[in-house]
Nanobody
Framework: QVQLVESGGGLVQPGGSLRLSCAASGNIFKINDMGWYRQAPGKERELVAVIIRGGSTNYAESAKGRFTISRDNVKNTVYLQMNSLKPEDTAVYYC??????????????WGHGTQVTVSS
């Protein structure tokens, strides 16, 4: 059984910063892409940022210049540093990883989410 557990969410004022973490645990052979998604009330889940195993990254336009995704392949952990936060960043943030339990078997795994609220 493989699971992803997010942490680091909370309430922050506009202009503030938060750092989200997501740790994978269980029977892990290898982790390919890892990413962060978010879902605001009444909206669809959207991609925030993704990082491949080798370190290349891709960001949503709304995240460029403010958010930084990184990963530690030894700790099987992905991070999202969020700066200059805006009220419109308020959402539940979900971690996703393409996780392989052996050479042949890889599946997309989702965390349960962590709430980020940006408000004064």
């Amino acid at each position: 059984q493989v699971q992803l557990v997010e942490s680091g969410g909370g309430l922050v004022q506009p202009g503030g910063s938060l750092r989200l973490s997501c740790a994978a645990s269980g029977n892990i052979f290898k982790i390919n892409d890892m990413g962060w998604y978010r879902q605001a009330p009444g909206k669809e889940r959207e991609l925030v940022a993704v990082i491949i195993r080798g370190g290349s990254t891709n960001y949503a336009e709304s995240a460029k210049g403010r958010f930084t995704i990184s990963r530690d392949n030894v700790k099987n952990t992905v991070y999202l540093q969020m700066n200059s936060l805006k009220p419109e960043d308020t959402a539940v943030y979900y971690c996703n990883g393409n996780i392989c339990t052996n050479y042949w078997t890889c599946n997309d795994v989702w965390g349960h989410g962590t709430q980020v609220t940006v408000s004064s």
